[in-house]
Structures are given as C-alpha cells and as structure tokens.
C-alpha cells in the first residue's frame, strides 16, 4: 500500500512538473527573446541571447509612446472595473432582494447574453455608434467605457447573485432596526460582504480589458487615446516584423497584469466557488 502511495504521489508530482513546464516555456521564450537582434530569433528562438541588449526597451518605450499609452490603459481598466463592480453588485443585490418574475426573467437573460459572441454583433454595433450617433467621433473614450460595462456586467451579477443568497436577511434587517435605510445597510453591511467575491471580478475584469485589442481597435481612432496593445501595431510590418522590438514591447505590456495576477489569483478560485455554491 505505501509503495502505491509513493508511485501515485510521485506520478502527480510529476505530472505538476510538467505543467508547470509547459505553461511558463512561452514565458521564458519572450523574456529570452526581448534581448536578442531578429537574426539572432529567427536563426534559433530557443538559444540563450550571446549578448543581453537593454536597448531594446528603451527604443520600444520611445516608439510606442509608452507612458501616454500605459496612462490610457489604467485609465480605461479601472474605470470600466470600478464601474462593473459597482453596478452589477446593485444590481444582483436588487434581483435576489425583489425575487419578482419579471428580475427572475431579466436574471436569466443576462445569464443567457454571455454565450453571444462579440464578433456577432460588433458590426452593427459600431454603425449604430459610429455612423449614426457619431459617439465614437466625439467621445470614443466614455463610449469605450461603457462597452467594457456593457459587456462584463452580465457574469459580474451572476457571480454577486449566488454570493448575496448566502448572506442572511436579519443582518439587514438589524441594520434597518438600527436606523438605517436601505442605501446604508447596502453599501455598510451586504458591500462589505461581498469584498472576496469583489477581488475575483475585479482581477477577471482588469485581465480582460487590459489585454483587449478588438475592442479599442474599432472604437479609438485617435492615436492620442490608444492603449498598449494597439500601440504594438507599430512593430508589425506589411511584409515582416520587427521581432526585436516587438517582443520587448509584449513583455512590457503584459508584465503589469502578470503581476497583478500572481498576487491575486488565489481569490479568483475562491470568489468563483463561493459565487458558484452559495
């Protein structure tokens, strides 16, 4: 029986090993590439640079218009997920609280609206903004926003309303005994409530939007307004890339978020389980 233990234990250690392995190979090869001349990546992409050249990054920070670009990024990002935090968890809060047939059926619309894919719909929904109203011409940034709410509201109240089931209604009936009303007992005792649920959106969110390039790329046509994936385009050329460059602007770009997600994905898998038992 401990022989078998060991053997099963050992096959899973290395089962992880491998894993590991094959999800930061693609990692390692950016970080190795972002130093080396595009003759050195595409004579053999897997080789360890013969000379580590940081010139790169400041080249890619000088074309990209790097800060300008990142200052769109936050900007957008943290917007649209303070936004869809707030908004989806009044909303959800408001479903579960007034259990009525018409919310029930708006729930189950939401819930439907996320299987639609983008694709099928930005077309129209770029002529009706963009041809007709002319929103993207006046204010492509608010309108940019508003999309990201749009869209990321849907799974946001779905994940709030099976938090808010778990939460017990005398807490709030207390608070209303105490001499608050309903707008002090949301944001004072059922918000509060919802912090690890709250971080799991806010980290889904901040990776979604901070990496989208389908999105801005129909909407923000000023290059001034362009956040860093578009402002990558500029390494991209109609017959070859320029690796070189656009490898260390790739590890730029994605190394904020990276962070950000190592530090927090443990409340991704917890917020998602609470959202999905409760």
Not at 3 to 13: G, M, N, Q, Y
Not at 175 to 200: E, H, W, Y
Request: charged residues 10%; glycine residues 4%.
């Amino acid at each position: 029986m401990d022989t078998r233990k060991k053997a099963s234990s050992f096959l899973i250690f290395l089962f992880l090993i491998v894993s590991f392995a094959a999800f930061t190979f693609p990692f390692f090869l950016i970080i190795v590439n972002s130093f080396k001349s595009n003759g050195e990546i595409l004579e053999n992409p897997f080789s360890i640079p013969t000379s580590w050249n940081f010139g790169h990054f400041a080249e890619v920070i000088d074309k990209m218009n790097f800060f300008v670009s990142f200052k769109n990024t936050v900007l957008i990002t943290m917007l649209s997920v303070f936004f869809i935090f707030i908004f989806s968890a009044m909303a959800a809060y408001y479903m579960v609280r007034h259990s009525t047939r018409f919310n029930n059926g708006f729930f189950a619309l939401l819930v439907a609206s996320m299987i639609i894919p983008f694709q099928s719909i930005m077309i129209p929904l770029i002529y009706i903004y963009g041809a007709k109203l002319h929103w993207i011409d006046t204010a492509p940034v608010p309108l940019l926003i508003v999309f990201y709410i749009g869209f990321g509201s849907s799974l946001s109240i779905f994940m709030y309303h099976g938090f808010v089931k778990s939460i017990p209604y005398e807490l709030e009936e207390a608070s209303l005994l105490d001499g608050c009303n309903r707008r002090q007992t949301f944001f004072k005792i059922v918000l509060p409530m919802l912090a690890p649920t709250s971080v799991t959106i806010a980290i889904l969110n901040v990776l979604w939007i901070w990496n989208d390039y389908l999105l801005p790329s129909l909407v923000l046509t000023n290059e001034k307004d362009f956040t860093m994936p578009i402002k990558m385009k500029v390494f991209n050329g109609t017959y070859m890339n320029n690796w070189e460059l656009l490898i260390p602007a790739l590890l730029l770009t994605i190394l904020p978020i990276l962070i950000g997600y190592l530090f927090g994905q443990r409340y991704i898998i917890r917020g998602v389980s609470q959202g999905a038992i409760k």
